[in-house]
């Protein structure tokens, strides 16, 4: 079991960005990675560059987010001081923000259904793998119980050809659309390109609200429609919401690091593509690691739970102070 140390959260919070590379790119991998990336379409991580902008152009983002984690230990400890909704889950209304260039672009709506879908397949154990796991990891894997309900989409055509990191899709001034009363609606913005091959990334609680959600490229939205493997049955937003419901990358973004959940196995770095069972961790003590796990960055084919651990980190979310309490109403 891992020491969770409230004092790493920062460092840890840094690599919400997450990027594909193709096999023509000759980009170094990111400094907090301990392992090239393979050859081909993989995920992987960018620099932190979103949120380190964000923590330097607000000096107050810093002791929220400590305040949020610290809530989150005491939540660790004493489950008691988490209580469901009376059906026993928590509701969050989507707003998907669509912006395109092409008709390609302008996903159509089953498209935007079918991310839903995934969503609530992903984040209720009830993916067609989630009963095909591993049995080592029986005892740890969880439905976290926390539902998503499309509320609305939004369109907007724009002559932008790639999006940056910093948030311009989110602000109707800089050519976006501002997000939907983000206290108590996720937010999610598709769009047709990221710079640097970023094909998501989100915002921890704590942020402001004013950028607060998930991007996804359009190609990496959904299962159907212009969702291309190997990042077509809509894992991509899962990670990305897991991010934004306070879950870091399962191998704490450094060789052998600590992602604040005691129930996951220490990972080298992260994992690609799909790993044959067992891959097994140099780490002390050599656990097989759940390369299987949604805040890996292995396939989305590869991908098929969250761990007690995890849903408990996402339910503290939700308590008074948790930075995603609108939601629990």
């Not at 301990?34 to 107050?60: F, I, M, S, Y």
């Not at 311009?168 to 640097?196: E, F, R, Y």
């Not at 959600?213 to 990042?231: E, H, K, L, R, S």
Request: glycine share 10%.
């Amino acid at each position: 079991m891992k020491k969770i140390a409230h004092l790493l959260f920062i460092g840890a919070l840094c690599l919400s960005a997450c990027s594909k590379q193709d096999k023509s790119n000759t980009d170094q991998p990111s400094p907090d990675s301990n392992q090239e990336a393979p050859a081909g379409k993989v995920r992987r991580c960018a620099t932190g560059e979103v949120l380190k902008q964000q923590l330097l152009d607000d000096p107050t983002l810093a002791q929220r987010m400590q305040n949020i984690e610290k809530l989150t230990e005491e939540v660790t400890r004493n489950r008691a001081l988490f209580r469901l909704l009376p059906d026993g889950s928590i509701e969050i209304p989507v707003v998907v923000n669509i912006l395109y260039r092409t008709t390609a672009q302008n996903v159509a709506l089953s498209q935007v259904e079918s991310q839903i879908t995934a969503l609530n397949q992903d984040f209720n154990g009830l993916n067609s793998q989630y009963n095909t796991l591993p049995p080592i990891f029986d005892a740890v894997k969880a439905a976290v119980g926390v539902h998503f309900r499309l509320k609305n989409v939004v369109r907007k055509s724009t002559t932008v050809t790639t999006w940056g990191t910093n948030d311009a899709m989110k602000k109707s001034s800089q050519g976006g659309i501002n997000p939907t009363t983000p206290d108590s609606v996720l937010n999610i913005w598709v769009v047709g390109g990221i710079s640097g091959g970023v094909i998501g990334y989100a915002q921890f609680p704590g942020g402001s609200p004013a950028t607060d959600g998930v991007v996804i490229a359009y190609d990496c939205f959904g299962t159907n429609g212009t969702a291309a493997a190997p990042f077509a049955l809509g894992r991509t937003a899962t990670h990305e919401v897991g991010h934004w419901l306070n879950l870091r990358h399962i191998w704490g973004d450094a060789n052998c690091g600590d992602d604040l959940v005691g129930d996951t196995p220490r990972h080298n770095t992260a994992n690609y593509g799909c790993p044959a069972y067992p891959h097994r961790s140099t780490c002390t003590g050599t656990p097989i690691e759940m390369t299987m796990n949604f805040m890996d960055y292995t396939d989305d084919a590869c991908m098929a739970m969250f761990t007690q651990g995890q849903k408990t980190r996402i339910d503290a979310t939700f308590l008074p102070g948790g930075g995603r309490n609108g939601f629990a109403h």
